[in-house]
């Protein structure tokens, strides 16, 4: 093949689109042709497999190497020895000798937005091809005008890997021999308007601690073994199963004091925080996001590399490690994820091919007023399924157990946050965002559909209809919600002082009327300790003791209500301080028995919990939940049943939100017989005052509250009460 002195130059000045055309090796007339792109290189030969060598003639300028390997025939093997004068010489095989890594069908399947396994295909990956090992790296920038691979092993210079679009996809790939796992690597892009941009690769399965940028080449090396926990996941619907969540910031749950306050690695957390989670008797951690992010201010909320686990706490391997012992301690892995918005950083996705790509060219729709972030174009097949690819990721190579995703209703509106003018209504007028409606949707039915036993929830703040039902009912399909209304009206009602509290009842009974209406989680999460709301602590009005024992009623009344339960990091022994990113959790407040009697509690509200079936069996069924006392808003008490699914098991909680105890309160039973405490929040071991029913109350045939027995009990100051049947 005669190359033109046209198409060279197309090459040189980085226009061709398909350098694999010209360089590599050609038939020809007398044998085959090499031809190599080589700058700054003094001489450049080829040497066959078989045959004496060829130096190759440079026939530009600008390192354009030719030469006639005479009497051979394709496929010639064949390597380049490039010699670079005083800064030596080295061998290589041909990077343009070898065909395409992505096929036919990848092609079609990532043009209708359907590759589930996207990220086997794009970002770079250590493979071995006719007997060599290399990296085979691929990226989508339909608008550039080439696109070329940089890094460690070729000084960073864009003159010397370009890469070959294949066909219309957009996809740009190229496979380079001798790079290996931990090459530092970026992609540089020519833009439509000749404009250079150095680009991580958003596929790139790690990435280099921040401020650094580059990409890391990644090729797994650990060895599972949670096949146990991943069969039983599958067999397990976490609809009708225990779900108490630790949410989890971990570059400051716990800091290393002797090493310059540092935060722990994976590997340490896999150890400390999963016996400490284990030990207090929660069922899964949730993790903000572990997604590589440059600024530690985002707590992770600003992800820049979707598929890489964030560098600061370890190697990706390292962060398998740690998902591993957790679930070897009984403990799924939930993680945060953020496919609602991105952040402006020009390493990364925004403007990636000097276009509009990930992001909607519109400002009106492309740009978040709240974050300064940009937000992803959902209605473009690519981007749906760039997202849907790296949720399927995170639950197959990592083994995460599901997922929450973040800011769901600044999906969902098109006015989020925006004033009149400031948004564009959709074809029917409203200000629906059915692009995001539709991508929300196909991501809950493949996620459901591919990884049976997974948590898919929504933080979702809104009254938006069917968040957590079914696609084929008409809702968006997630399998939990957050409740939103139910963490505002709560807090709202014991931020009261107690003597106002009668004005407010309501306020801690209205969240039953919607109960059932969803799949719901009851969030105490990190959202609500941090920019001057105050630590949980902080929020319970009163002296010490009277903020101690609101917050111990509160945690009785939340474990009981209907409801998955989640708790943010240090609320657990009522961290005092508002939560920072920026230091540990207040582990020291635990030598104090007041702080260590409410960790001692949420240990028995989970221990508890978790071994009553009548607690979260019918979560999501009003059968499984009925008023006993819902209105005595003078006293401050509520008191409800919670049953189980075959309504042989009953817990009773009865709280009293006063500062002063109810003695001779008579409450309505569903059964005869005695009843035994087994919680009360004021009991001496959580620092209360040890008022109570000495163990239990013996129940009497007289009809109360709509009961067919009643009993006589001591209702402690600021308090809750779980009573169940003696023989239980």
Same mark, same amino acid.
């Given at each position: 093949?005669?190359?033109? !002195? ?147 092993f ?69 060895e599972w ?42 590997l ?7 016996a400490?989670?284990k ?90 007023p ?29 083994h ?31 200000n629906?965002?059915?692009? !995001?409606? !539709?991508?929300?949707?196909e ?43 139910w ?27 919607? !109960? ?107 059968a ?11 006293h ?36 005869a017989g ?55």
């Amino acid at each position: 093949m005669i190359a033109t !002195a046209a198409e060279v130059e197309r090459l040189v000045r980085r226009e061709h689109g398909d350098p694999h055309s010209l360089l590599g090796a050609h038939e020809a007339a007398d044998g085959v042709v090499v031809r190599a792109l080589r700058p700054g290189a003094a001489g450049v030969t080829a040497q066959p497999a078989r045959g004496e060598p060829v130096a190759l003639d440079e026939v530009h300028p600008a390192g354009v190497f030719e030469g006639l390997v005479e009497g051979a025939s394709l496929p010639l093997s064949y390597e380049l020895v490039v010699d670079y004068g005083e800064r030596g010489a080295f061998t290589t095989r041909d990077p343009y000798s070898f065909w395409p890594t992505i096929g036919e069908l990848d092609l079609h399947l990532v043009g209708e937005g359907r590759h589930e396994e996207l990220y086997e295909r794009l970002g770079a990956h250590v493979r071995e091809i006719d007997g060599v090992t290399g990296v085979s790296f691929a990226v989508w920038a339909p608008a550039a005008k080439s696109v070329s691979v940089v890094g460690d092993f070729n000084y960073w210079d864009g003159r010397v890997h370009p890469m070959r679009a294949l066909g219309g996809s957009g996809i740009w790939e190229l496979f380079i021999p001798g790079v290996g796992d931990g090459t530092h690597y970026k992609y540089e892009i020519v833009a439509p308007d000749g404009e250079l941009r150095l680009k991580a690769d958003p596929l790139a399965f790690a990435a280099e601690v921040p401020p650094k940028t580059a990409s890391v080449v990644h090729h797994p090396a650990h060895e599972w073994a949670d096949a146990e926990w991943l069969e039983s996941r599958r067999r397990t619907d976490p609809l009708d199963q225990p779900m108490s969540i630790y949410e989890v910031h971990l570059g400051s749950w716990r800091l290393n004091p002797q090493e310059g306050n540092r935060s722990l690695t994976y590997l340490e957390l896999a150890d400390e925080l999963a016996a400490y989670a284990k030990d207090m008797g929660f069922t899964h951690i949730e993790l903000l996001p572990v997604m590589a992010h440059p600024f530690s201010g985002s707590w992770g909320y600003q992800v820049t590399g979707y598929f890489a686990a964030s560098p600061i706490y370890g190697s990706p391997d390292d962060f398998r490690e740690f998902v591993d012992r957790l679930h070897g301690q009984g403990l799924g892995v939930i993680l945060d994820w953020v496919p609602a918005h991105f952040p402006r950083d020009d390493f990364a996705l925004a403007r990636f091919d000097g276009t509009a790509l990930y992001e909607h060219a519109d400002p009106r729709r492309g740009a978040h007023p709240d974050w300064g972030t940009l937000v992803f174009n959902y209605g473009r097949h690519e981007v749906r399924n760039f997202l849907v690819s790296n949720a399927l990721y995170w639950l197959r190579e990592y083994h995460a157990d599901g997922i929450r995703v973040d800011a769901v209703a600044s999906m969902l509106y098109l006015d989020y946050s925006r004033e009149e003018g400031e948004w564009v209504p959709n074809q029917f007028g409203g200000n629906e965002d059915l692009d !995001a409606v !539709a991508f929300l949707k196909e991501l809950n039915e493949v996620l459901y559909a591919r990884e049976p036993g997974v948590v898919s929830a929504a933080e979702e703040s809104t009254a938006w209809p069917g968040v957590s039902r079914p696609t084929y009912l008409g809702g968006l399909g997630f399998g939990f919600k957050w409740n939103m209304g139910w963490m505002h009206d709560t807090l709202g009602y014991f931020q009261q002082d107690p003597i106002h509290r009668r004005y407010h009842h309501h306020e801690l009974t209205f969240s039953l009327v919607y !109960a059932f209406t969803e799949n719901f989680v009851l969030p105490l999460s990190h959202d609500e300790v941090v920019h001057g709301k105050g630590s949980m602590y902080g929020k319970m009005p009163g002296d010490r003791w009277q903020k101690l024992a609101n917050l111990r009623a509160l945690y009785a009344y939340m474990w009981a209500h209907p409801g998955k339960k989640l708790l943010f990091m240090g609320s657990e022994f009522a961290q005092e301080r508002e939560w920072s990113h920026e230091r540990s959790l207040d582990w020291h407040l635990l030598e104090s028995t007041e702080h260590a009697g409410i960790q001692s509690l949420v240990r028995d509200l989970n221990r508890a919990y978790q071994a009553e079936p009548a607690l979260w069996e019918q979560d999501f069924d009003p059968a499984g939940f009925y008023w006993i006392e819902p209105n005595d808003a003078a006293h401050n008490v509520v008191a409800f049943a919670r049953t189980s699914r075959d309504a042989e098991r009953v817990l009773v909680f009865a709280g009293n939100l006063s500062p002063v105890p109810r003695h001779g309160y008579r409450l309505g039973l569903p059964r005869a017989g005695r009843w035994r405490e087994a919680v009360n929040t004021d009991s001496g071991f959580y620092g209360g005052g040890d008022v109570g029913n000495l163990g239990g109350i013996e129940a009497e045939p007289i009809p109360w509250g709509g009961q067919p027995f009643s009993a006589k009990l001591t209702l402690p100051p600021l308090s809750g009460l779980w009573l169940v049947p003696e023989d239980a």
